[in-house]
């Protein structure tokens, strides 16, 4: 998606520990009409009729799969990271290793939400080395629903996330994959 793609050129700033900041566009401050293209965008790589819910994780991947859902006409549900280990068994429960915080969440999903009827599609605003993504799948099959695929913003394709998601034959549509990133140059995939 080159509109995207020349976005990360121009804005993304590279962090410390493979950490790419592009929260002047998309996960702070929000540009609410390049959303609305990356919406579109999701819409036509899955154009299938049959999903019946978006699933997310809090707290960046809500507002993204929030303008995309109204492509797709479905609900959103979000992922909750789960302040306390008290948790009870009307929630799917897993656990997911942050990339950004280095450390290891709850992450909870109300059993209300997701059952065996929905096809579920995944969107979430990074892919690094899979973990968020492998939490949603857990919960997915927990609740025993279809994963129609997963659609991310942006993926470190340098890390190993996708090539990991891929062998599992999920499909797996990313709208930026960058390939490598140093403090002064963000190389991006054609
Ligand atoms: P993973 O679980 O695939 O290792 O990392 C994905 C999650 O970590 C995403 O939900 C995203 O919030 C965060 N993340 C991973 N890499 C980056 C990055 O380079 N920049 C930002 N801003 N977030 C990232």
Request: a negative charge.
């Amino acid at each position: 998606m080159e509109l995207l793609k020349e976005r990360i050129r121009r804005d993304g700033i590279v962090k410390p520990g493979n950490v790419l900041k592009v929260d002047s566009f998309l996960n702070h401050q929000m540009d609410i009409d390049l959303i609305n293209e990356i919406g579109k965008e999701f819409r036509r790589r899955f154009p299938s009729d049959k999903i019946t819910k978006i699933l997310t994780i809090e707290a960046s991947g809500i507002g993204i799969a929030c303008i995309a859902a109204q492509y797709f006409h479905v609900p959103v549900v979000f992922a909750k990271k789960a302040q306390s280990i008290n948790i009870d068994g009307d929630v799917y429960h897993t656990k997911v290793q942050s990339f950004t915080h280095q450390k290891v969440y709850d992450v909870i999903l109300s059993r209300k939400f997701l059952g065996p009827d929905d096809h579920v599609l995944i969107i979430d605003d990074f892919l690094a080395n899979g973990c968020a993504l492998m939490g949603l799948i857990d919960i997915i099959k927990k609740a025993g629903a279809s994963i129609e695929g997963a659609g991310i913003v942006i993926e470190k394709g340098f890390q190993q996330g996708g090539q990991m998601i891929r062998e599992q034959g999920i499909h797996l549509e990313s709208l930026a994959v960058i390939t490598a990133m140093t403090d002064t140059e963000i190389q991006l995939e054609d």
